[in-house]
């Protein structure tokens, strides 16, 4: 894996592919154990609430996180991952929370989940600041979206869980990630 600095800002290569294509992922490589990067996203926004409200990891604050992070939910495999987090959202408990960020407007966030049924995880856009994606080194170089990623994170905002989809038009191992999840929650 090839790692480069400039002005400060890590740029990652060899990491990920699309279409087996290699791509440039910016940012740092996060491990688990790390503490969770703060960041700044944009809840979903309507034509009547247009404020398009600015959130961070603050607000979540006492949770267990599960991030589901997407390219575009206007794409199969994203669209699978979010409905496959929204089903299996139902019988987690009350201290977890299933967030979802891609790059996709807001008001683009919106109207896909208010079609797609999608009512138990939160999605969020990283659209205005790619601050997600350069603090968790997750935002593709080339083509300023995000690759495909899952983390979980824990009350005090320990990473517990990272699996970074080595191509990004492939699914993550949900399988995986959710028994990593009972586990975190199992211990706490």
């Given amino acids: ?28 490589e996060l491990k688990v154990g790390d503490f969770a990067p703060d960041f700044q996203v944009v809840a979903q926004a309507t034509l009547i609430d247009e404020e398009m409200k600015i959130m961070n990891l603050n607000d979540f604050s006492g949770k267990i996180k599960v991030i589901s992070v997407t390219p575009s939910l206007d794409t199969p495999v994203c669209d699978l991952q979010i409905h496959n987090f929204n089903e299996e959202a139902s019988t987690f408990p009350i201290e977890v929370v299933v ?30 600041f790619a601050s997600f994606g350069t603090n968790w080194g997750v935002l593709i170089k080339e083509l300023r979206l995000l690759t495909r990623a899952l983390f979980i994170v824990d009350k005090e905002n320990v990473i517990r869980y990272i699996e970074i989809v080595p191509d ?19 211990n706490e």
């Fill in 1 to 28: 894996m090839g790692t480069t600095q400039t002005n400060e800002i890590t740029e990652r290569n060899q990491v990920v592919t699309l279409n087996g294509g290699p791509i440039t992922l910016i940012g740092p």
């Fill in 99 to 128: 967030i979802n960020i891609s790059m996709d407007l807001p008001f683009a966030i919106n109207r896909f989940c208010a079609t797609s049924g999608i009512d138990k995880v939160i999605a969020l856009s990283d659209y205005r």
């Fill in 168 to 186: 990004t038009t492939q699914a993550p191992d949900y399988e995986q990630a959710l028994n990593a999840l009972k586990q975190l929650i199992h």
